[in-house]
């Protein structure tokens, strides 16, 4: 696990002057990365990182001759049109290079002059997605949004027998993961009402969950051996914000007995941005469990885990409708929560009990956390909790009012650590607009 250093020394200053504003999400000592070009051109796509509004070209910072060593052959692999290479060198490359960019992008480095010339604004970029996903997992670390899931259905018995036991997952969909800001499709599907025969067509319960990505590096551990405890942490390259859309009405008739499958499967919202896990080192949080709970099976406990294997990250998510849009009303607050409040286990915890049984984790590989829900009224992940199944719509600025999404809504996710003794670092945005089903044929 990182330890702090002098990357993450809340004194720092960017000459980059909009990293130095006190609400900005990417000051000097955050360094997300992400893949990118200029907006509307055929240039290649290549990493880049977020300082202030800029993003530094790591190509044209490469050619600019401003890294040595370890963080030149990072950033060299960072320059390429995804960031697994990056995420393959492992973490003492990637220090090397947040090392290394720190030093170059501080008030009075001499990088200056060499690195003005590969900077771009990032309202001039349109990004991918930061890494090509080879496989995808969602998890179900949300204890409060299970629980509130499980009363829908179970009221005397929301949470089945085995949670508090096994990090819950299924294996997901890898090629619809889409970049933030890509429009997502309505989904057709079929639903079961009361009628004997099921119905086929748009979903009409199309939900959002507010989710954080974990993007795995290191070199991946071949089939068949598992990962400890000790080394889970070095296998995560790093953190971004997820959206996986969802709709409730097609779940339900399909998910028996092999678990979701199109409800799930027509699309999730990446943020282009992913945090690194040395970045989120001052934001680390104690693991513990609620008294009564039973503590972790030795495979997944470990003192550093205890000790700070949580992330504390606070989590919104924003509505704005085609129609506030079109009266430019501003987007509204649907939901805050606390990651650490709402997870029920660590990313480490995943990471070995994913491999545990042998599977192999590659670089690039996403890991959902699941609906990360805070136990309070207005803290729920989804619109499934927050009108309590569609019975309870939510009145929203303007007179209109949702169960579900409407075509044309727009739902983003934003994200932000902070604590007393470190600088604010933030996630970016991760936001989707819901377009209208396709006919049916
Ligand atoms: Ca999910």
Redesign the pocket.
């Known amino acids: 696990m990182y330890r702090l250093n002098e990357t993450h020394d809340p004194a720092l200053r960017s000459w980059v002057a909009s990293a130095n504003q006190a609400d900005c999400d990417f000051p000097i000592q955050n360094l997300p990365l992400a893949v990118l070009r200029r907006r509307g051109s055929n240039e290649p796509l290549r990493g880049g990182v977020a300082i202030g509004d800029q993003v530094l070209d790591l190509a044209a910072a490469v050619q600019a001759g401003v890294f040595q060593g370890q963080a030149k052959a990072a950033a060299q692999a960072a320059s390429a049109d995804s960031l697994n290479a990056l995420m393959a060198l492992g973490a003492a490359s990637w220090s090397a290079l947040r090392l290394a960019l720190s030093r170059a992008l501080r008030e009075g480095a001499v990088a200056r002059t060499a690195l003005e010339g590969c900077l771009l604004a990032q309202a001039d970029a349109e990004y991918a997605l930061p890494a090509r996903i080879g496989d995808y997992t ?1 998890f ?1 670390i949300g204890i409060h949004h299970a629980t509130a899931v499980g009363k829908l259905f179970r009221p005397d018995n929301p949470l089945l027998p085995n949670y508090k036991w096994v990090p819950i997952g299924y294996h ?1 969909r890898a090629s619809s993961v889409v970049v933030s800001g890509t429009p997502i499709r309505r989904p057709l599907g079929q639903t079961k009402g009361s009628a004997e025969t099921p119905d086929f067509g748009a979903s009409q319960r199309m939900d959002y ?1 507010l ?1 954080l990505g974990f993007l795995i590096g290191g070199a991946a551990n071949a089939l068949g051996e598992p990962v400890a405890m000790a080394d889970a942490e070095a296998r995560l390259f790093g953190v971004a914000l997820f959206n ?1 859309w ?1 709709a409730r009405d097609i779940q339900p008739w399909e998910y028996q007995p092999l678990g979701p499958f199109l409800s ?1 499967n027509f699309g999730s919202t990446l943020s282009p941005w992913v945090v690194t896990m040395e970045a989120l080192a001052p934001f680390r949080a104690a693991f513990t469990r609620p008294a009564g709970d039973p503590q972790p099976l030795p495979y997944l406990d470990s003192p550093a885990n205890r000790e700070r294997g949580a992330l504390d990250v606070q989590l919104e998510v924003w509505l704005q409708t085609e129609k506030m849009r079109a009266a430019g009303q501003p987007a509204v607050q649907l939901t805050r929560a606390n990651a650490r409040e709402a997870a029920y286990w660590t990313p480490a915890q995943l990471v070995v009990h994913h491999a545990v049984g042998g599977c192999n984790l590659q670089p690039g590989d996403l890991l ?1 956390s ?2 990360l829900s805070g136990p309070g009224p207005n803290q729920s992940g989804s619109l499934l909790e927050l009108t309590q199944g569609g019975k309870q719509p939510i009145q929203l600025p303007g007179g209109e009012q949702r169960s579900f999404l409407a075509d044309g809504d727009t739902l983003s996710l934003r994200g932000w650590c902070e604590r007393e003794g470190a600088r604010r670092i933030g996630f970016g945005e991760c936001a989707g607009t819901v377009i209208a089903a396709r006919a049916i044929i």
């Open positions: 969602d179900y997901g969950e989710e996986d969802s799930k959902g699941g609906t």
